[in-house]
């Protein structure tokens, strides 16, 4: 298992990223593309469900779905690319996202004060960013995190 950061922790982590083409076991937790999530939506476990969005995916067709599902993972191909702030800010500030909320790909220890404070509040970091040393980040700027509803 890897380790990320949740809640200001180091943990390991317990969801399986899974691709358009993988088969999951039984009794997994599932990270699933939004496009599979949607069409299999129906015969998922609900509490084991998680959808990752990349940056040009809309949010509708999870709308009716926010208040089940447990993890929502946001995708970061590029450092650079700020499209996955606006969609944190949209699931936290104006629909109420109440689940986790992770930053993945490529995500720096520069950028996670930044990201907790658009909303997110667990990191799967670059494969070049020790997260036990990113743990730092948190304490180089004073926040108030966004508030849930």
Same mark, same amino acid.
């Given at each position: 298992?890897?380790?990320?950061?949740?809640?200001?922790?180091?943990?390991?982590?317990?969801?399986?990223?899974?691709?358009? #083409?993988?088969?999951?076991?039984?009794?997994?937790?599932?990270?699933?593309?939004?496009?599979?999530?949607?069409?299999?939506?129906?015969?998922?476990?609900?509490?084991?469900?998680?959808?990752?969005?990349?940056?040009?995916?809309?949010?509708?067709?999870?709308?009716?779905?926010?208040?089940?599902?447990?993890?929502?993972?946001?995708?970061?191909?590029?450092?650079? #690319?700020?499209?996955?702030?606006?969609?944190?800010?949209?699931?936290?500030?104006?629909?109420?996202?109440?689940?986790?909320?992770?930053?993945?790909?490529?995500?720096?220890?520069?950028?996670?004060?930044?990201?907790? &404070?658009?909303?997110? #509040?667990?990191?799967?970091?670059?494969? #070049?960013?020790?997260?036990?040393?990113?743990?730092?980040?948190?304490?180089?700027?004073?926040?108030?995190?966004?508030? &849930?509803?």
């Amino acid at each position: 298992m890897s380790r990320l950061i949740c809640r200001g922790e180091l943990v390991e982590d317990r969801w399986r990223w899974i691709d358009d #083409d993988e088969a999951p076991a039984a009794g997994e937790r599932l990270i699933l593309p939004l496009a599979r999530w949607c069409a299999q939506r129906a015969g998922l476990d609900a509490t084991r469900s998680g959808v990752w969005l990349g940056p040009d995916d809309a949010l509708a067709p999870l709308l009716p779905w926010l208040a089940t599902i447990p993890l929502i993972a946001i995708r970061f191909p590029v450092f650079t #690319d700020g499209r996955g702030y606006s969609l944190a800010r949209l699931l936290r500030g104006r629909h109420g996202f109440a689940g986790e909320l992770r930053a993945v790909g490529d995500v720096l220890r520069d950028q996670l004060y930044f990201l907790q &404070r658009c909303g997110f #509040d667990s990191f799967a970091l670059r494969a #070049d960013q020790p997260p036990d040393e990113a743990l730092a980040a948190f304490r180089d700027y004073q926040w108030e995190p966004l508030a &849930r509803r």
